[in-house]
């Protein structure tokens, strides 16, 4: 199983809804970080968190961090079609980071 | 260029031959990561350079992977005796510093890729 799991593999909404995509990690997490995909093109940062219980915003994301349950979730308000792409969360692991599978994300006009 | 360029950006090779994959990091980055996407999976990572530093390489899959970076600048990712299992997107990253060193955000800029199809 992967280091970094991503849940819901996949999903559609509806253009206006939010959402919310997780990422739990196997290990203790000292650094999170998320990116947004699109087909064919390399990744975007969005946000990084370090800290147990911090929140950070941009635009209609917001990804928060629990340290405890080794866990980060990214929920995104009145979603729109320019949300849409793969989104993969990473942990700092040692220098690096360790990337989950990806959850990819579809609105619908 | 202001971002990471990756070149070629698709490569179609015949099993057996060699590859070379190239990165320009963005200038004044220090550290230069690879990573590896096969389809529908996540980054896997390869290798990573810091500076003058010996390379981690405990990522590259088998002896047919090697990496070479020229002080901090390009980097070349060079696959021999291609397999149909190496087709991918091959993702190149620079930052100010290696993660965790407190330099600069943290973030990794990737390129583009270079999509890699064995046939």
């Known amino acids: 199983s992967q280091e970094l799991e991503q849940s819901p593999q996949s999903l559609i909404v509806q253009e206006g809804k939010n959402l919310t995509i997780n990422c739990t990690s196997s290990?203790?997490?000292?650094?999170l970080y998320w990116y947004k995909q699109k087909y064919g093109e390399g990744l975007i940062f969005l946000m990084m968190?370090?800290?147990?219980?911090e929140e950070k915003s941009h635009e209609k994301i917001t990804a928060k961090l629990d340290e405890k349950k080794q866990q980060s979730s990214l929920h995104i308000t009145a979603s729109q079609p320019s949300h849409a792409g793969i989104y993969l969360c990473g942990a700092d692991r040692g220098n690096k980071l360790v990337f989950g599978a990806g959850t990819i994300l579809r609105v619908k006009s | 260029g202001a971002g990471v360029s990756q070149s070629p950006s698709n490569k179609v090779t015949e099993k057996g031959k060699d590859v070379e994959l190239r990165c320009d990091p963005i200038s004044g980055h220090t550290a230069l990561y690879w990573y590896r996407q096969r389809l529908g999976q996540g980054l896997e990572f390869l290798i990573y350079f810091q500076g003058n530093s010996a390379p981690d390489k405990s990522g590259l899959p088998s002896d047919r992977f090697s990496a070479e970076r020229t002080g901090e600048s390009v980097s070349t990712l060079t696959i021999q005796r291609t397999q149909q299992e190496d087709s991918a997107v091959y993702l190149c990253?620079?930052?100010?510093?290696?993660?965790?060193?407190?330099?600069?955000?943290?973030?990794?800029?990737f390129g583009e890729g270079s999509r890699l199809t064995v046939l």
């Open positions: 990253a620079s930052s100010l510093g290696l993660l965790g060193q407190g330099v600069g955000t943290g973030e990794l800029f």
């Open positions: 290990k203790t997490l000292y650094g």
């Open positions: 968190l370090q800290k147990g219980g």
